[in-house]
């Protein structure tokens, strides 16, 4: 079943394409050079159009992106503990115009892929020979009860854009000393595993410095989580973690730690199996996720609410010539990262860019994937990955031996390295993607 | 026969990697490293214009945990001898760009005294040229410049004598001042 929205048949898709025409948005026409349309200005899907024009300029490549600005989720708690701007995770689109890349600042409605076609929202159709899909994360307004939309105007999630990263900030800012702060983190798979975490240090961070009699009480609705005990080690050197004292208190699933229906008026969530209530003065809820809304509404997601994929060419199993990417593929192995997409997106564009020019097999690719978490003064984790698939398509999975967290007791040193290494990849991945 | 297999699959390969303008291995690497491994990010280091051989010795050195990393090791452990191999080529082929970055002109002054004094002869031509395996400095980004120095006092990593002698002479003559000097020439070679 679908969420909120019904599905697009294909007999409606028809009628409007017959409505609207091909007219309302010039073609060039597919022939030999060919067209790739692109869902999604995001990581994953900037990315893929980036690489495809610069590996075969002759071909047509169209960005479909619905907002004005992107602003990267990447880096976004370090608002939170006031050490950076927001306007510092937001772009413009202006770049991508002088690789010769066509902008169309509009929302993608309705894929209908027997036919290769993609209607946006004002009506106009855009033919394509290849389609590419990233359009990240919708948040899931089903599973707890109570919340949906407005609500979550009163409980940011603070997971998808800029608006809710201000409105968590705001409401910190506001709070009275000694409020309670509570982190609500949703079951796996999810955008971005270790960023509830990250979020949670941060606002460790900043209570630790202007609100010290206030605290963290982060419920999960998992038992463990990604580099828990890195976080762990930071939470007890940083935080009091442990102690009577602390900032943080983590309630894993069998401690209570499932939300389960939110009281917006009370400022009170319900979790557990005894239902056990909590109140908090702010309420960070993230909800569970799936694939954004495009995906779902086009047929391109299957019962677990993200987006099956060949796991080699990223080609959807349920449309053929439609690519899927990013948070809103199962990409098994690898997370949900902007790293993860941006990987995904270079394998697809040389996908797609041989297939276009009639080239065949390719090499499999070699995927790698790596993340940052900054949780304090001169503390930052990571962990990275690199990943390969079988040629089926079937796998993908972590090579043997490689990856892996940064160890517990890493030192000071390698700690402190680790937070300007994580500002450089920053600054490199939005300087890739922006200019 | 299997011998004319395996050329075919090369060709193959070959054709594929020049109609997609080139091999795809390294591009995963710019997120932290810069597209074509020029680093726009003001701490990892910039990777291009390193020889081959320099970009390989380094990448073992992470497998086999000769060199100091905070995560080059975990990466570095999933690639194949031919895919480093295959990644050092690109890389050299690729222009070390020099980092546009602010550094103090009279610091840099008294630096480039004592960079000709113990370090020119390995790291020649005000450290613009990778001959010899030590990589290229002028122009690398100042924080990594740090790191490396601190990583080699840290002494995980093994390092030719006559620079630990140098760096040892410097610290003696004018402390840690004095390194920083160096690192300053350096990196503000434009
Ligand atoms: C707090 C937080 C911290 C994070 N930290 C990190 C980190 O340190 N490292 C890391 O690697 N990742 C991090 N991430 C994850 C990262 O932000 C995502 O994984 C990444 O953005 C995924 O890229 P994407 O292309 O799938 O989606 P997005 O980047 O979200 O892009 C999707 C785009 O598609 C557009 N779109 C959607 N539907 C349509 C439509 N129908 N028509 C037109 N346009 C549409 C959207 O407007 C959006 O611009 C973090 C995430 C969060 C929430």
Not at chain 2, 66 to 73: C, I, K, Q, Y
Request: neutral net charge; proline residues 4%; hydrophobic residues 40%.
């Amino acid at each position: 079943m679908e969420l909120g929205m019904s599905n697009v048949t294909r007999r409606q898709f028809l009628q409007w394409t017959a409505a609207v025409g091909t007219t309302g948005f010039p073609l060039t026409g597919r022939g030999s050079s060919g067209r790739v349309v692109v869902i999604g200005g995001g990581v994953g899907g900037i990315t893929a159009a980036k690489s495809i024009k610069k590996a075969a300029p002759s071909l047509n490549v169209i960005l479909v992106e619905q907002k004005k600005h992107y602003s990267a989720c990447f880096m976004s708690n370090e608002v939170l503990a006031h050490s950076r701007s927001l306007e510092s995770l937001r772009f413009t689109y202006d770049g991508l115009w002088k690789y010769g890349i066509t902008v169309v600042n509009q929302s993608a409605v309705a894929i209908d892929a027997a036919v290769h076609k993609v209607i946006l929202e004002g009506g106009a159709v855009l033919e394509y020979d290849r389609l590419i899909v990233s359009p990240g994360i919708d948040l899931r307004y089903d599973v707890i009860v109570g919340y949906n939309r407005r609500v979550a105007e009163k409980l940011p999630h603070a997971w998808t854009s800029g608006d809710q990263i201000g409105l968590l900030r705001t409401q910190l800012e506001a709070m009275q000393d000694g409020g309670t702060v509570l982190i609500a983190a949703p079951k796996n798979p999810f955008r971005c595993p270790s960023a509830p975490y990250e979020r949670a240090s941060q606002i460790a961070w900043y209570l630790q410095r202007y609100k010290p009699k206030s605290k963290i009480i982060l419920l999960d609705a998992k038992e463990i989580f990604s580099q828990q005990a890195l976080f762990m080690e930071a939470w007890r050197a940083l935080y009091g973690f442990g102690t009577q004292n602390s900032l943080i208190d983590w309630h894993p699933a069998s401690e209570e730690g499932t939300v389960t229906r939110v009281d917006p008026d009370a400022m009170a969530v319900y979790s557990g199996e005894l239902d056990t209530v909590t109140k908090g003065a702010v309420i960070n809820l993230i909800p569970p996720q799936m694939a954004g809304m495009i995906a779902r509404t086009s047929g391109l997601t299957d019962d677990t609410y993200w987006c099956p994929v060949n796991k080699t060419t990223f080609e959807s199993t349920k449309a053929k010539d439609v690519h899927i990417l990013g948070d809103a593929c199962n990409a098994q192995d690898m997370p949900k990262s902007a790293y993860s997409a941006a990987s995904q997106a270079q394998c697809v564009a040389a996908v797609v860019v041989s297939a276009m020019s009639g080239v065949g097999e390719i090499p499999l690719f070699t995927h790698l994937n790596a993340c940052y978490s900054i949780l304090g003064q001169d503390w930052a984790i990571s962990t990275v990955g690199v990943y390969r698939s079988n040629s089926t398509g079937t796998i993908l999975q972590s090579v043997e031996g490689s990856g892996g967290t940064s160890s517990p007791g890493a030192g000071a040193t390698q700690r402190k390295h680790a937070v300007e290494y994580a500002h450089s990849w920053y600054q490199n991945i939005t300087h890739a993607l922006f200019t | 026969m299997l011998f004319v297999w395996v050329g075919a699959v090369l060709m193959t390969t070959g054709v594929v990697a020049a109609t997609l303008g080139g091999d795809r291995l390294p591009g995963v690497c710019a997120g932290c490293h810069g597209e074509e491994g020029v680093s726009a990010g003001s701490a990892t280091p910039t990777i291009a214009g390193t020889k081959t051989e320099t970009f390989v010795q380094r990448m073992r050195d992470f497998k086999t945990g000769n060199r100091t990393a905070t995560l080059m090791d975990r990466i570095a452990n999933g690639y194949t001898d031919d895919e480093i191999g295959r990644m050092g080529e690109y890389f050299s082929k690729r222009p070390f760009e020099r980092a546009q970055q602010p550094t103090d002109r009279a610091m840099a002054e008294r630096g480039k005294h004592f960079a000709e004094q113990y370090c020119a002869s390995c790291h020649e031509e005000a450290g613009t040229v990778d001959d010899g395996r030590p990589g290229i400095l002028a122009g690398q980004w100042l924080s990594y410049l740090r790191f490396r120095l601190e990583d080699y006092r840290l002494g995980v990593d093994r390092i030719p004598k006559k620079m630990r002698l140098g760096i040892e002479s410097i610290l003696h003559e004018a402390g840690v001042e004095g390194l920083e000097s160096v690192l300053q020439f350096y990196a503000s070679q434009k």
